[in-house]
């Protein structure tokens, strides 16, 4: 039996599997425009792997987390984005170009996920947000297990990030905002494990270098977790 393949129109894009020119004048703008507004404190730099596939598993407070997010790493950053921000044609062109490839949430985006398996095919940095949508000051919510399969599909490790107080940007204007990033050391899947354990792993390791009321359903491990 012929396996039928459907066409996506985003299959007809340029993707970009690098750090470009464009990439790298654009942070460098809006790192500058963000020393003005944000102190970074970034720790564990140590335990983001120098090359290599990397699925980088953050909690999602605001839009503004993919800033410093990227401020605070020296490797490049591919991030999805919601499909909506696709639609205006030179800002669609540009994001591309930073390393951003539409999702559709609210469904199971085949295209999206074999998009991302890609980006770790070509030993990049895949940022994702397992929760799937901000926590609004609410708190860790149940996460989605995509992290943890596109990195047990790649055999590369999960490295948790902590991100901490991009709620208050502009909230002390012109007194600068405290951001703090945490990197945790990288979680490898073990042999036979389960995307949903892994996640767990992950998420329990994340929770616990957050603050207690951003630690939401993840705030206590359950007994005999082995972590």
């Not at 335990?47 to 839009?63: E, Q, W």
């Not at 490839?101 to 295209?111: L, M």
């Amino acid at each position: 039996m012929t396996e039928v393949t459907f066409f996506d129109p985003r299959d007809k894009l340029h993707f970009s599997f690098r750090s470009t020119p464009f990439r790298k004048f654009v942070v460098f703008v809006i790192g500058s425009f963000f020393k003005l507004i944000m102190k970074l404190n970034v720790q564990g730099t140590e335990n983001l792997p120098t090359d290599g596939a990397v699925v980088l598993a953050a909690n999602h407070v605001t839009n503004f987390d993919v800033i410093p997010m990227q401020l605070s790493l020296p490797r490049p950053i591919f991030f999805m984005g919601k499909a909506n921000l696709f639609k205006v044609p030179l800002f669609e062109a540009a994001i591309r170009d930073l390393g951003a490839f539409p999702v559709y949430r609210g469904e199971k985006d085949e295209w999206a996920l074999r998009h991302a398996a890609r980006v770790l095919e070509h030993g990049q940095v895949l940022g994702m947000f397992p929760e799937g949508t901000r926590s609004q000051g609410k708190g860790l919510r149940v996460a989605k297990t995509g992290s943890a399969r596109l990195a047990l599909d790649a055999n590369c490790p999960i490295v948790p990030m902590a991100v901490i107080g991009t709620d208050s940007f502009f909230k002390r204007f012109p007194q600068r905002t405290v951001v703090t990033i945490k990197l945790l050391p990288p979680i490898l899947p073990k042999p036979g494990e389960s995307p949903l354990a892994l996640m767990d792993r992950v998420m329990f390791a994340l929770a616990k270098e957050l603050p207690e009321d951003m630690r939401g359903v993840y705030a206590e491990v359950p007994k005999g977790f082995g972590g």
